[in-house]
């Protein structure tokens, strides 16, 4: 049997409002029990000390470098670049540090988006809940439809106005909770984050590639057997 819509716009925009208001009580404790915490604003000075340190390391290489002869700029440069890579490595460090005390949030708001997923996909289960304005294809066909069945090939579904019904040329149009869910998670999830979330600072924001790129965390990979080059070349294509 065909679902029936029984869904206005007031309802969508609900999902929309629930998504926002879980995002920001996310990232308000966040702030609270991580962000305005000693151990993360010691992470970030730690952070900001390395980076001034290589910055001042490579800018005294490079007048160092230019001052000498010709005849000592070779054994000046191996100290120097000496000193360059061991700087690089506590700045790499550090950043990692910072980048570790983001992944606990982002790992315990992901799990709540997960539960209110779980949640509200019963509350609408089998509910076509707009018209899609395109046949979609493939994989967004999947993502549109998910939770819903509708055997007809042409399927009359009134829409968010009362009294207005809207022909359909494909059952395919319909689209579900799960895609709107899916939406709001990339655009009103997103930007509720970047008004009020707490972002590391530029340097340590790649997340777990800052993570990676870590003098520890490369040795650790390769004593697992881990080709790290190869693993920066395919971070690099996605």
Known sequence: SSPVLT??????LRIAATVAVVQAICDILSRRFVYSQEPYKRACAAFERATNKRDKI?????????????????TN???????????????????????????????????VFIILYRILSTEHSGKVI??????????????????????????????AAAGIVTKVSHHSQACSFAFVYILCTLSV??????????????????????ILDAPKS?????????????????????
């Open 7 to 12: 869904m206005t716009a007031s309802e969508i």
């Open 58 to 74: 490579v800018a005294a290489a490079k007048s160092s470098v230019d001052g000498r002869p010709k005849k000592g700029v070779s």
């Open 77 to 111: 440069q191996e100290k120097n670049a000496k000193k360059i890579q061991r700087a690089e490595d506590d700045c790499s460090e550090s950043a990692a540090e910072v980048a570790r005390r983001h992944t606990q949030p982002g790992f315990f708001s992901s799990l």
């Open 130 to 159: 707009a018209v899609l304005p395109f046949q979609p294809w493939g994989l967004i066909r999947r993502m549109s439809m998910r939770g819903i069945n509708i055997d007809t090939d042409a399927l009359e579904l009134p829409s």
């Open 189 to 210: 999830k997103f930007l509720i984050n970047k008004l009020i979330g707490a972002h590391p600072p530029k340097g340590a924001d790649g997340g777990m590639g800052t």
């Open 218 to 238: 490369q040795r650790m990979l390769k004593n697992l057997g881990v080709d790290t080059e190869e693993l920066k070349e395919a971070r690099k294509a996605f």
